[in-house]
């Protein structure tokens, strides 16, 4: 079956705009999970959803970052007037539900949105 | 705090040497897993292994081969015979219930080359 989407590969965007990145999760999986990863850095937690709730926000680096989920679907990372460090992948990831207390389902990751700041 | 720290920023060595990566987590939670991921230059992350803190048998799966050890809060990843292919960036994470929420907290890996 399909893995997790995200779009755009790649975005360019000035100094200053808004951009908006898409996360498709696998169909079935509650939980979604974005990170941020710099150039040669590891992986930024940034929120965690579980169905439409964000239980976890705590790695959001400012209020110009915010993110939604429509119910176990769709995911949108928004950064509000972009600033040349918020350059680097955003990667979306999804799992499926946990078993009782046997939270042990892997993440599956996507491509990664490339986003570029200039 | 969660936390994982893979103290080896870069691995380089010749094809067919045995290289381990190094994996060293903190959590106060009694229930939690760990788990390996690998990036390759393309940049996808692959997943390769998850282990629960209460199973502490070690696994062998072809070349690779994970040594978990809760005495040492470590959980080291050894590639047997390596080869080229196996150059990547390895992610070493820990996933815990935590105030009531999932969190996966990595490393902030290791980046292995594998010479000809």
């Known amino acids: 079956g399909a893995g997790v989407s995200q779009s755009p590969s790649n975005k360019v965007t000035e100094k200053g705009k808004d951009v908006e990145l898409r996360c498709d999760p696998i169909s079935g999986h509650t939980a979604l999970y974005w990170y941020r990863q710099r150039l040669g850095q590891g992986l930024e937690f940034l929120i965690y959803?579980?169905?439409?709730?964000?239980?976890?926000k705590s790695g959001l680096p400012s209020d110009r970052f915010s993110a939604e989920r429509t119910g176990e679907s769709v995911s949108t990372l928004t950064i509000q007037r972009t600033q040349q460090e918020d350059s680097a992948v955003y990667l979306c990831?999804?799992?499926?539900?946990?078993?009782?207390?046997?939270?042990?389902?892997?993440?599956?990751f996507g491509n990664g949105t490339r986003l570029t700041v200039t | 705090a969660q936390k994982v720290t893979q103290a080896q920023t870069e691995i380089s060595v010749v094809e067919k040497e045995d290289v381990t990566l190094d994996c060293v987590y903190e959590?106060?939670?009694?229930?939690?897993?760990l788990f390996w991921y690998k990036q390759p230059p393309s940049g996808e992350l692959v997943f390769l292994i998850r282990?629960?803190?209460?199973?502490?048998q070690n696994e062998i799966s072809g070349r690779y081969s994970w040594n978990f050890q809760k005495s040492t809060s470590s959980f080291n990843f050894t590639i047997t015979a390596s080869q080229v292919v196996d150059s990547a960036v390895y992610f070493c994470?820990?996933?815990?219930?935590?105030?009531?929420?999932?969190?996966?907290?990595f490393g902030q890996g290791t980046r292995l080359t594998i010479n000809p």
């Open positions: 994470a820990l996933r815990a219930l935590i105030q009531g929420a999932q969190k996966l907290v």
């Open positions: 990831a999804s799992r499926s539900r946990d078993r009782g207390l046997s939270y042990n389902s892997p993440l599956h």
């Open positions: 282990r629960n803190s209460f199973d502490e």
């Open positions: 959803f579980q169905g439409n709730s964000a239980p976890d």
């Open positions: 959590t106060r939670d009694t229930t939690y897993y």
